[in-house]
């Protein structure tokens, strides 16, 4: 080492906390929780607790080996030079093993601790998010999205599992809830850093297909989205308050993503639709799956 040179720190566990990206956890392990808790019958509060632990550490682990594989692209981007393994925090090694020592982990301990049908969708759900949506998908096609988006759907289905130890339709249904919620959401935030895709090689749909084609997919997902959520209520699956509460975002979410929709030129507003609707879009999600949970204690309690 040449003389006034210095190495970089070691990392510490604010790195590695940051390898399982905590913001996604957030709703990973809130959409999660709700599936569990909106699921009929009961469950331990131990298992409860273990379901959701794996879940999250599961979804970290995932996370941690999308980081690990996409570092190079990471770096040339400036949403994500930051992360631990492009700013040179970390090692691409300790990123690869702590992503597979949390995904491995937390498998064998749903399985263990809750059931091997649990285990077995959690594992699938971290294979399709580290294989097939960040290895296969998202350097190929401005699908990805689409496609990947079953990625983040798993989390209410493998909470229902838990305490069903089976699937049914309404679990299904609530996968296909945030498979379709994530296009618009997260193209809403492609439009405003397609820059940085665009100079990494990313596919994504504002880069090859262009806004205009990308704002009219937008809408057209936020419109099909409304009837998908509204499901669960024409099944039986969730009362009316659960109902009321999906018509009422649905129809905002759609009202917010047909404005960005019809934009044919966008002014010097910093894109503020755009980001209005991706903001939207998060609480969105938070407000409706409450709703269920709300929804699933109003009927257990005979107020609706």
């Known amino acids: 080492m040449e003389s006034g040179q210095t190495l970089p720190l070691p990392a510490d566990w604010r790195d590695f906390f940051a390898l399982t990206k905590p913001r996604v956890m957030t709703l990973v392990i ?41 570092a190079d ?3 040339g981007m400036k ?3 930051a992360r631990p393994v492009p700013a040179g925090r970390m090692d691409r090694t300790s990123a690869r093993d702590f992503g597979f020592a949390l995904s491995g982990g937390s498998v064998f301990t749903m399985g263990l601790g809750v059931g091997w049908l649990a285990a077995a969708i959690l594992a699938f759900s971290i294979f399709y998010y580290a294989w097939i949506y960040t290895v296969w ?23 229902w599992i838990a305490v069903t130890g089976d699937i049914t339709l309404m679990p299904v249904l609530l996968f296909l809830i945030i498979f379709m919620w994530t296009p618009p959401h997260f193209w809403a935030l492609a439009l405003f850093v397609q820059i940085d895709y665009a100079k990494v090689g990313i596919p994504m749909m504002p880069v090859v297909a262009g806004e205009r084609s990308t704002r009219h997919q937008i809408a057209a997902y ?5 009837p ?3 499901a669960p209520w024409w099944i039986g699956g969730a009362g009316v308050i659960y109902g009321v509460t999906a018509l009422v975002l649905g129809l905002v979410f759609a009202a917010l993503s047909i404005k960005v929709g019809l934009r044919v030129s966008v002014p010097s507003d910093g894109m503020k639709p755009e980001k209005q609707l991706f903001k939207f879009s998060i609480l969105y999600l938070f407000v409706l799956f409450g ?6 204690l109003a009927t257990v309690q005979g107020w609706q």
């Open 137 to 159: 998908l998202k350097p190929r096609t401005p699908q990805n999205i689409v496609i990947g988006g079953g990625a983040g759907a798993f989390p209410p289905l493998i909470g």
């Open 79 to 81: 949403r994500t030079a």
């Open 222 to 226: 936020a419109v099909a989205l409304l």
């Open 291 to 296: 709703m269920l949970v709300i929804d699933r």
């Open 73 to 75: 692209l990471d770096a």
């Open 30 to 70: 809130f959409t999660g929780i709700c599936g569990l808790l909106a699921a009929p019958g009961t469950i331990h509060p131990v298992i409860a607790f273990t379901a959701i632990l794996c879940i999250a550490v599961g979804a970290g682990g995932a996370a941690a080996l999308n980081q690990w594989w996409e």
């Open 228 to 230: 998908v959520t509204l």
